[in-house]
């Protein structure tokens, strides 16, 4: 099993910078598919954006250019810096990773984009 723990959430106004971050129980080398994920208020949960082990990421168009994610081998970490926020950003963002073939999500952190 793993667990993952979310952190870095809080109220931010229009515009602002936030940046997340997402800590694995266990080395960050042995979990795949690690992603970012967000519930917006009124909506389904939607992905925000991946990393592989290689580095290589993708993100959704609506964050595409302001939002960056990162994962850190040194530090065992994976974070997700998001600027130029905007209130439809607002909602709880959830960390997942893929550990022996099975999906974990962390408990989520809340996001609140507002002026």
Known sequence: QVQLVESGGGLVQPGGSLKLSCAPSRSIAVINGMAWYRQTPGNEREWVASVVSGGATAYADSVKDRFTIYRD?????????????????????????VYRSREYWGQGTLVTVSS
Do not use: S
């Open 73 to 97: 081998n040194a530090r065992d970490i994976m974070t997700l810096q998001m600027n130029n926020l905007k209130p439809e950003d607002t909602g709880v963002y959830y960390c997942k990773g």
